[in-house]
T-cell receptor, first 114, second 111 residues
Framework: DTEVTQTPKHLVMGMTNKKSLKCEQH?????MYWYKQKAKKPPELMFV???????INESVPSRFSPECPNSSLLNLHLHALQPEDSALYLC?????????????FGPGTRLLVL | GEDVEQSLFLSVREGDSSVINCTYT??????LYWYKQEPGAGLQLLTY?????DMKQDQRLTVLLNKKDKHLSLRIADTQTGDSAIYFC???????????FGSGTRLSIRP
């Protein structure tokens, strides 16, 4: 099983709302990632968790707050977003976060901020 | 810094072979990937190649790597309508977890 699941599939939120994106994998992977993808652009790395600890934060604004409650789950908490944050948010996982590993991606959550 | 470049569009006739090309700049790249993204969907890992290989074949897919020229290609034999998608070339930096993606090549299939 090489599946990464993400919920919800679609999310519409206002600029004052608080919402969360969820990601889950049951492959026993210890590294999980959040990417942001704007239309017609490649994914951009936001955060990396390795063994449930934040190891990379690509200078992401604090209105995005990641959380890794356990090795199978990764959340992205959203608060006071801007319309330009509308994008496809992709979660990925890999075995341990080493450079040679393959990352497996989920289907994404399409976010619209009004 | 690292950079990965691809042409933006490719159109092929159904049943022909498609060849999607990619160039990269990071000479310490160790892993190179091809991902497929269908409209409205996430990324699907198609195949990957280690930098010490020059070719990898997997059913209809053939990956060729020219390490000297830092050139990677993906050949899809007998292209079908289901192959319509955006194909991302990506490379893995040898010192970090970060994948560097190209801008993606949109493959369209004509009858």
């Amino acid at each position: 099983d090489t599946e990464v699941t993400q919920t919800p599939k679609h999310l519409v939120m206002g600029m004052t709302n608080k919402k969360s994106l969820k990601c889950e994998q049951h492959m026993g992977h210890r590294a999980m990632y959040w990417y942001k993808q704007k239309a017609k652009k490649p994914p951009e790395l936001m955060f990396v968790y390795s063994y449930e600890k934040l190891s990379i934060n690509e200078s992401v604004p604090s209105r995005f707050s990641p959380e890794c409650p356990n090795s199978s789950l990764l959340n992205l908490h959203l608060h006071a977003l801007q319309p330009e944050d509308s994008a496809l948010y992709l979660c990925a996982s890999s075995q341990e976060g080493q450079y040679q590993e393959t990352q497996y991606f989920g289907p994404g959550t399409r976010l619209l901020v009004l | 810094g690292e950079d990965v470049e691809q042409s933006l569009f490719l159109s092929v006739r159904e049943g022909d072979s498609s060849v999607i090309n990619c160039t990269y700049t990071d000479s310490s790249s160790t892993y190179l990937y091809w991902y497929k993204q269908e409209p409205g969907a996430g990324l699907q890992l198609l195949t990957y190649i280690f930098s010490n290989m020059d070719m990898k074949q997997d059913q209809r897919l053939t990956v060729l790597l020219n390490k000297k020229d830092k050139h990677l290609s993906l050949r899809i034999a007998d292209t079908q309508t289901g192959d319509s998608a955006i194909y991302f070339c990506a490379e893995k930096n040898s010192s970090a977890s970060k994948i560097i993606f190209g801008s993606g090549t949109r493959l369209s299939i004509r009858p």
